[in-house]
């Protein structure tokens, strides 16, 4: 069996290899969307995705709760953290602003979900065919992780988190990578290309 080294690369993405071997499948039935509500910060965004939010804004305001609507009115849609990163808004410092819920009521989601479930406003509304944009894309890579280095390098990593046991869980039982499962939101963020070439030494590793 060939080493798998710690670290690859392909153009001028790190890539931990994690991210290869590490299997993950979201399971919204048994977490119910909470990464949506832990942790001490929003999203990370671009100046660009803090633009289409905007432009989207209207479709998806229905959906959001009177305090985050209070909060947009009042921040915006998005605030730089203590770390300099700019971020979505927070609703008492924890919910993101963009979050939603299932009916409480069993049987009311149309979706199977279940009762008191959290989802994205922003991708509700795009699966919905009401707005032409879907998320910000560091939403849809984790539990990926990116970081920007000086001189144009970026990092991926795997993030590890004990509200995504489900996950862990489920991908195991599917035999799913974290690079398969995000197939779409890492072509997306880098290329066909790019992901194709990472498939390609993901086979040459045996993974």
Known sequence: ??????????????????????????DLTKCKGICCVEGDAGAPVTLDEVGEIENV???????????????IDRRGVAYTDEEGDLVTSIVNGKDCVFTCYTPQQEGDSAD????????CALEKAFREGRSHWCK?????????????FKGG???????????CKDAV????ELNLPVYRFLK??????????????????????GL
């Not at 804004?57 to 909060?71: I, M, N, P, Y």
């Not at 390098?153 to 509200?163: S, T």
């Open 136 to 148: 910000p894309v560091s939403c849809a890579l984790y539990p990926i992780r990116v970081k920007t």
């Open 112 to 119: 199977g979900l279940p009762p008191g479930c959290c989802l």
């Open 153 to 163: 390098l970026i990092g991926l990593n795997y993030h590890r988190w004990a509200v």
């Open 169 to 172: 869980e489920k991908g195991e």
């Open 1 to 26: 069996m060939i080493p798998i080294p710690p670290i690859l690369q392909i153009g001028d993405v790190l890539i931990s290899s994690d991210i290869l071997t590490e299997k993950f499948c979201c």
């Open 184 to 205: 779409e939101p890492l072509i997306r963020r880098f290329g066909e290309e790019w992901y194709e070439e990472l498939c390609q030494v993901a086979s040459q590793l």
């Open 57 to 71: 804004l209207d479709d998806v305001w229905r959906d959001l709760s009177a305090s985050a609507q209070s909060v």
